[in-house]
């Protein structure tokens, strides 16, 4: 299953639902950390709903690190019943974040890799950043759409930093930015030289492993993005 922080209201309803009817079922069992759940199948045929949905749930429960599971095993809760109905609790009220949530996380994450990068970068993440560098310079020097070529830029910096934690995070988050960034709105007036230095700084910061100015470079980077959502916020 592929994990999105961006849902459609009607996925989330039922996939929350079907939670919701898993931690009932772990309550009523009064399961323990190390006990099995039932099966998919048992699990399916007693809430009625289809099995897919009770995998998704089951993934996603996993995904924050309630449930595991493990091949021809089965699932298995992973923390205490307190610990486990606190957090699902959480995870079913949780709102859909908004573009700017998502922008100030991002950020937030960017100036952590960049810094982590400086310090941990191998000379193959330089290839890689490169490579990226290069096909976002051609994009953008001809006019194109480059902003997969940025986000492959910046995912090559956040594999520098040689945490998975952070890589998975900017996956999660990256997309959904894309999907509804305004561009116009937001480097009103950059050129395509002054876009092309600012990543070439960063690239050279840590190719240089200065994490100072790594993190001096992705902060001006992100200035009119971070003054953009600023600002929207004085409105709103």
């Known amino acids: 299953m592929k994990i999105?922080?961006?849902?459609?209201?009607?996925?989330?309803?039922?996939?929350?639902?079907?939670?919701?009817?898993?931690?009932?079922?772990?309550?009523?069992?009064?399961l323990e950390r190390g006990d099995k759940l039932p099966s998919e199948r048992i699990m399916s045929e007693k809430f009625d709903v289809k099995r897919n949905h009770i995998r998704e749930a089951i993934r996603k429960l996993e995904f924050y690190g309630v449930l595991k599971s493990?091949?021809?095993?089965?699932t298995f809760l992973a923390i205490?019943?307190?610990?486990?109905?606190?957090?699902?609790?959480?995870?079913?009220?949780?709102?859909?974040?908004?573009?700017?949530?998502?922008?100030?996380?991002?950020?937030?994450?960017?100036?952590?890799?960049?810094?982590?990068?400086?310090?941990?970068?191998t000379d193959a993440d330089l290839i890689r950043m490169k490579e990226a560098l290069d096909a976002f310079k051609v994009k953008i020097i001809n006019g194109k759409d480059y902003l997969e070529e940025d986000l492959l830029f910046h995912l090559a910096i956040a594999k520098a930093s040689k945490n998975t934690t952070l890589i998975t995070l900017m996956l999660l988050i990256t997309p959904p930015i894309l999907v509804n960034y305004k561009r116009d709105e937001v480097c009103e007036g950059d050129g395509i030289s002054s876009?092309?230095?600012?990543?070439?700084?960063?690239?050279?910061?840590?190719?240089?492993?200065?994490?100072?100015?790594?993190?001096?470079m992705m902060n001006d980077h992100f200035f009119k993005l971070s003054k953009h959502i600023e600002n929207r916020n004085k409105i709103n």
Do not use: W
């Open 195 to 216: 876009e092309i230095k600012k990543h070439e700084d960063i690239y050279f910061a840590i190719a240089s492993k200065d994490p100072e100015l790594g993190v001096k």
């Open 4 to 30: 999105s922080l961006i849902d459609k209201d009607s996925n989330k309803i039922v996939q929350n639902d079907v939670i919701c009817k898993i931690r009932d079922l772990i309550n009523a069992k009064n």
């Open 70 to 74: 493990m091949s021809q095993s089965g």
């Open 80 to 121: 205490g019943l307190t610990g486990f109905n606190g957090i699902v609790e959480e995870i079913v009220s949780l709102e859909t974040p908004s573009f700017d949530e998502l922008v100030e996380t991002r950020i937030s994450l960017e100036l952590q890799t960049v810094c982590l990068a400086a310090k941990r970068r």
